[in-house]
């Protein structure tokens, strides 16, 4: 039997299983993008308001690094400008979670086995999901070339977007591919994969924010070099096709070769016996929490030297309208630290819905039937929750002082803790989330991550001019100290971690009166 | 003696599905309890009312003398719990959660640990995600008898145990007993609650339909009597206290729960053979869920 036989039956089993989930993933993003391009159109409606644009972003480091160059002032241009970096992390997101959740993650939890039986090569089920990630990315891909065609933009180059949106989809997917097939949990696929994306993202930045060849640093800034409505290099994707083709070839390499529940890595023992720190509730959540801690907050130091280290070489001046109405200040490091908490917030808002986690793994019995209060038992996981966006944000701070170290050693201080003051933000989305879990746990995810959207939203409203600026201070991101340039927000500050507690008390007493099941 | 365990008229719906229906439970100290029923019956949601982690819709519940639901949560560190299914984290080793899982219950006791671990051969260096099921029961068990606990509740706790574990499993029951603690074990393997349990409460449909010792529900399910006789029987199919019977020529098999009237009856005709088989906890079993409560035939087992 060949590795592959029975990849036609899986692409069925696959399809049938991401119908809802996968096709909402692709499609909602390239709408997004559809929307967010005809957004920022609608901004600068002519020729003048956009070249406007296009030279202060242009000498803009800040504005290089976040988003990158305008490349073309016409309709279809400044739409790509804004949508692009969005289109990478969106796309790249849904294919990295589709293939791990048809490869990995049956695998992990034993689902693979019932096909095992069946006559289905070992390369099979990752081929078929290939197969429907490059689908999905394909379709994410036309629904943005259709959209810019219908927001007026030229057709050579809507292809080309759409055939940029697609790259960034095949690419995310043939990685993923391969990162399951090196770990063996379906978490650390996802993290590593999400990792690595990240990074992409961020050399893209520096690549650019660099200029010249430097672009070459990231896949990610090959595919913005194709440039459509500009220089149109469709060519520049033939690395990219390239290297996702290699991806997935060793990937497919390595499922027709190894055992079915293994990774590359083996598996190693641990101790017998638990620290002596191992004791309670909260001990037992910072423990299970503590990988997803240290990488985010390694994450964020990297960012943080990167950030540091670009604002200081390239010393320009940022000039977006993100929060600059509610007093953060000009410059990219203001910039980055103002969106900060809401990184910290998400990884916060996770790592306290693990709480759910608990409950329908059964795990939660182990524990609720011992003598652990269930107050306890819920505030171990929101204060996991909030050492973690504290943790993050610090790191952050951290990293952007060290890079500037060399340059303006006087404000290490000041900048190494902007970050970690800024947690306050992060605490309200964390203690909402705790009550939400206490109240109405099946909903709580969703509700949690659509709070902390709706108010990303209206960072968006603001920069799209919709609303006045000063609506930024309904935002917890605007309320924190806005160190080292912006104002210190004492009172607002404490008026945020008051909330905070509120929520959590509220949290507490509603735990009291909830099943557990 | 007294209750450990009391549970009156308990009721529980999720939506419109009602799990338990006016459910009654008593458990005295000291006694190995056995919670027999088929899946869905509603012996985990019953124990799960009992942990205090469901509430009951009403009815009143009663564990270690306090209501389980508002109890504070010490009352749980007189008690010990097993799940039909142990999830443990995946990430730490069987030697961690079986310490940690200690300590929360406020104590350890590392010999009597280490002295479980080695009679289940469990290896407690093992991250949890590569144990199995029977592993991760493993796990579950030695939590719970490695500490004190004046109740030990135990919902089908030998699932993916191989016929060695159990055995082991029994034994820690008996040693459970034999140190005072009280049992309830829930369970649908009848060898297993035959064999460890002094009383049974058969649940179904959220109700517990009936309750004693085995000796009692026997008296309960009707008795397989086969005769051959000398002479060919008449207006036996009218006789009080018969259930189900079937003549062939000389040969009667009946199911019945009156010996006296029926016996006087079978001797009249004149007794050459007769085979007597009392009800086995299968047919109680089958008696208490067959749709028409009648207990089914086993002339073909007792032959």
């Known amino acids: 039997m060949n590795t592959l036989t029975g990849t036609r039956p899986m692409l069925g089993l696959t399809l049938r299983r991401e119908r809802l989930h996968g096709s909402a993933w692709y499609v909602l993003s390239g709408l997004l993008l559809v929307v967010i391009a005809a957004g920022i159109i609608a901004t600068y409606p002519t020729a003048a308001d956009r070249e406007a644009l296009a030279e202060s972003v242009n000498a803009s480091a800040g504005e290089l690094f976040m988003i990158g160059p305008v490349s073309s002032t016409d309709v279809g241009g400044v739409g790509l400008w804004r949508m692009l970096g969005i289109a990478a992390i969106f796309v790249s997101l849904a294919s990295v979670l589709t293939v791990v959740r048809n490869t990995r993650a049956p695998e992990e939890s034993g689902t693979s086995e019932l096909l095992g039986s069946a006559a289905i090569g070992r390369a099979a089920p990752l081929a078929a999901t290939l197969g429907v990630t490059a689908a999905g990315s394909l379709t994410a891909g036309i629904v943005a070339s259709v959209g810019f065609l219908g927001i007026g933009a030229s057709a050579g180059g809507s292809v080309l977007v759409g055939a940029q949106v697609t790259s960034f989809g095949l690419l ?125 907050a390694a994450g964020a130091l990297v960012v943080g030297l990167m950030i540091g280290g670009v604002s200081s070489t390239v010393d320009e001046q940022i000039d977006l309208a993100l929060g600059t109405g509610a007093g953060s200040g000009a410059g990219l490091v203001q910039v980055a630290l103002y969106l900060s908490p809401l990184f910290a917030a998400i990884l916060g808002i996770q790592t306290t819905l693990r709480l759910r986690g608990e409950v329908t793994s059964g795990r939660a019995e182990a524990v609720l039937s011992r003598p652990v209060a269930r107050t306890s038992w819920l505030l171990a996981y929101a204060i996991t929750g909030a050492l973690a966006a504290l943790a993050v944000l610090f790191a952050f701070g951290l990293g952007i002082g060290v890079a500037q170290l060399g340059t303006d050693p006087g404000s290490f201080g000041v900048l190494a803790v902007a970050g970690a003051l800024r947690a306050p933000a992060a605490w309200v989305f964390i203690a909402l989330t705790t009550l939400l879990l206490a109240t109405i746990p099946r909903a709580a995810t969703a509700i949690a991550f659509i709070v902390l959207g709706a108010f990303q939203a209206l960072e968006f409203t603001v920069e799209f001019r919709l609303v006045p600026p000063e609506a930024l201070y309904a935002s917890p991101f605007a309320l924190v100290p806005q160190l080292p340039d912006g104002e210190p927000h004492p009172w607002q500050t404490i008026l945020l971690i008051l909330i905070a507690a509120a929520l959590a008390a509220v949290a507490t007493r509603s735990i009291r009166h909830q099943d557990i099941h | 003696m007294t209750n450990l365990v009391e549970l009156r008229q308990i009721t529980k719906s999720f939506g419109h599905a009602r799990a338990l229906d006016g459910l009654d439970l008593k458990i005295s100290a000291g006694e190995v309890h056995g919670l027999l029923g088929p899946n869905g019956a509603g012996k985990s ?13 009403s009815g009143t519940a009663r564990v270690l003398g306090h209501d389980p639901w508002t109890a504070a949560p010490e009352v749980r560190g007189r008690l010990a719990y097993v799940p039909g299914d142990v999830s443990l984290w995946p990430n730490l080793t069987g030697g961690e959660v079986i310490d940690l899982l200690a300590r929360m219950h406020g104590g350890e006791d590392r010999a009597r640990r280490d002295a479980l671990i080695e009679r289940f051969e469990l290896d407690p260096t093992k991250r949890s995600r590569t144990y199995s099921k029977g592993n991760r029961q493993k796990v579950g068990l030695v939590s719970a008898l490695s500490v004190t606990a004046e109740l030990l509740i135990l919902d089908e706790p030998t699932a993916g145990l191989d016929p060695l574990m159990e055995e082991v499993f029994k034994q820690c029951v008996h040693e459970a007993r034999d140190e005072g603690s009280t049992v309830l074990l829930s369970s649908h393997i009848l060898s297993e609650v035959e064999q460890l349990c002094d009383r049974v409460s058969i649940v179904r449909a959220g109700k517990v339909v009936d309750t004693g010792t085995l000796a009692e529900l026997r008296g309960h399910a009707t008795t397989v009597v086969t005769a051959t006789l000398t002479r060919l029987p008449t207006g036996l199919d009218t006789l009080a206290g018969i259930e189900e019977i079937a003549v062939d020529g000389h040969r009667v098999e009946l199911t019945t729960t009156r010996f006296d009237e029926v016996m006087s009856r079978l001797a009249s005709f004149g007794i050459e053979a007769l085979t007597v088989a009392p009800p086995t906890l299968e047919d109680l079993f089958l008696h208490y869920y067959d749709q028409t409560g009648t207990a089914k035939s086993r002339a073909g087992a007792t032959a």
Do not use: K
């Open chain 1, 172 to 296: 995310a997917a043939a990685l993923a591919a391969l990162t399951g097939q090196i770990v063996q949990t379906a978490r650390a696929a996802t993290g590593i994969a999400v990792a690595v994306v990240a990074a992409f993202f961020l050399l893209r930045g520096a690549g650019d924010a660099i200029g010249g060849n430097a672009y070459w640093m990231s896949p990610f800034g090959w595919i913005a070099a194709v440039r459509p409505f500009a220089h149109n290099n469709a060519w520049m994707l033939l690395p990219v096709l390239g290297l996702t083709i290699a991806l997935a070839a060793v990937a497919v390499w390595i499922a027709s070769r190894r055992d079915l529940g293994a990774g590359l890595l083996p598996e190693r023992v641990g101790p017998a016996h638990a620290n002596a720190a191992l004791r309670g509730p909260t001990s037992l959540a910072l423990r299970t929490s503590r990988g997803a801690v240290i990488g985010w």
């Open chain 2, 45 to 57: 949601t019953t124990i799960r009312v009992l942990l205090g982690m469901l509430r009951a819709d």
